[in-house]
């Protein structure tokens, strides 16, 4: 198949909706398909060789939230979707571009299959978006956006449940994948260890965007539990308000790589305060790694995580609950390796390739819908 992948966000911008993206456009290549890639220009340079031709449009830094760039509209999309002849055009976490590659498709005449993977909604509530993009107006663009996809695929159970609750048809589930090779338990780095809790302190981090939607200054009640040393790993608009919410807590700055699973494995607790995540694959890597977590009860969190077998789920929003499960988790050494070990065996199975097999199944099913919608409208058309 022919796939023109047109996403809001790809390297080496570092979030969910990016790294989705670049495992589905490996998968494709691998499988012997050829992806095409659109995307807003990064203000950062590639930093690894991509794995099909991108297309990148000119973008401009969301204002307050530089790290976020938007694509400006321009006739150019629909030119280079258009010339690549795609068979299906596949829409990640579509919203600016997102839209516009919608309403190229549909003028094209080529399905779409859209990927939600981002909670709009709850970020413009959050942000009180000053631009009169409020909740409201936030679900009318997705209605509009992902109503004319052939399929809109969901990546957890709540996400699906919300979507088909605020009248967006056709929703399938697609959830995500986790390198199980490279989030690994004995990746676990006794150097790093030391150099981050010295006194053998109970190393509990949080990796992600350092935003205020995140939620990360719920961890200000874990800095002040007895043993324990937090790590942040991330960048972003809230980090100077965090360091001085978040006393004693060791900010790393960006990590990726093997760097960032070394981190992982050399954990003790992980933590995600995000009420907003319609998945959290933070969390997936975590577990791949074997450490215990807590989250939230609330979005993807409540797909991923086990209650009182592979981590504790939390009221969302509650210092005292994140607090309360930290120092459970901090003070049992015996059940923090039982979460572990059970969150390790619950998702390394999940490979970006079966979860890539899957979405070329969506395709296939989209595909053989539309050839069959041409051929009953065709039919008709002779026999008028």
């Not at 297309?55 to 999309?77: D, S």
């Not at 005449?109 to 009169?132: E, F, H, K, M």
């Not at 960006?254 to 003790?268: H, K, P, Q, Y």
Request: glycine share 10%; with cysteine.
């Amino acid at each position: 198949m022919r796939v023109a992948i047109v996403t809001e966000s790809f390297p080496p911008d570092i979030n969910g909706v990016a790294h989705s993206v670049l495992r589905t456009a490996e998968h494709l290549v691998r499988r012997g398909h050829q992806p095409l890639v659109i995307a807003p220009a990064s203000a950062a340079p590639p930093t690894t060789p991509d794995p099909c031709p991108v297309v990148r449009l000119p973008a401009v830094p969301l204002p307050g939230y530089p790290q976020v760039r938007l694509a400006l509209p321009t006739r150019r999309l629909e030119q280079v979707i258009a010339g690549h002849r795609p068979d299906i055009v596949h829409l990640a976490s579509p919203f600016v571009l997102g839209a516009r590659g919608m309403a190229a498709a549909d003028r094209l005449g080529v399905p779409a299959v859209a990927v939600y993977q981002t909670d709009l909604a709850g970020y413009a509530r959050a942000y009180r978006a000053g631009s009169g993009l409020g909740e409201v107006a936030a679900w009318r663009r997705l209605r509009a956006v992902h109503g004319a996809a052939a399929r809109t695929l969901a990546p957890s159970t709540p996400a699906a449940q919300d979507l088909t609750a605020h009248g967006v048809p056709r929703v399938k589930l697609w959830q995500r994948g986790v390198d199980s090779v490279r989030f690994h338990p004995g990746h676990r780095d006794e150097r790093l260890r030391r150099e981050l809790a010295p006194d053998g302190e109970v190393l509990v981090g949080y990796v992600g965007r350092l935003a205020p939607e995140k939620r990360v200054d719920l961890l200000a009640g874990v800095c002040g539990l007895p043993g324990i040393r937090l790590v942040v790993v991330g960048e972003g608009p809230s980090e100077p308000m965090l360091r001085q919410a978040l006393p004693g807590a060791a900010f790393l700055g960006r990590m990726t790589g093997d760097e960032l699973a070394a981190l992982f494995a050399s954990l003790d607790v992980f933590v995600h305060t995000g009420p907003m995540e319609t998945f959290c694959q933070t969390i997936q890597e975590a577990m791949a790694s074997g450490i215990a977590v807590v989250g939230p009860a609330v979005g993807g969190p409540l797909d991923l995580v086990a209650h009182r077998r592979t981590g504790l789920l939390v009221q969302p929003k509650d210092v005292r609950a994140v607090t309360a499960a930290v120092a459970t988790l901090a003070a049992d050494p015996a059940l923090r390796a039982r979460y572990g070990e059970a969150a390790r065996t619950e998702v390394a199975g999940r490979t970006w390739e079966s979860v890539g097999d899957q979405l070329i199944d969506h395709y296939g099913a989209v595909l053989a819908e539309h050839r069959s919608a041409r051929a009953v409208g065709a039919a008709g058309g002779a026999a008028a």
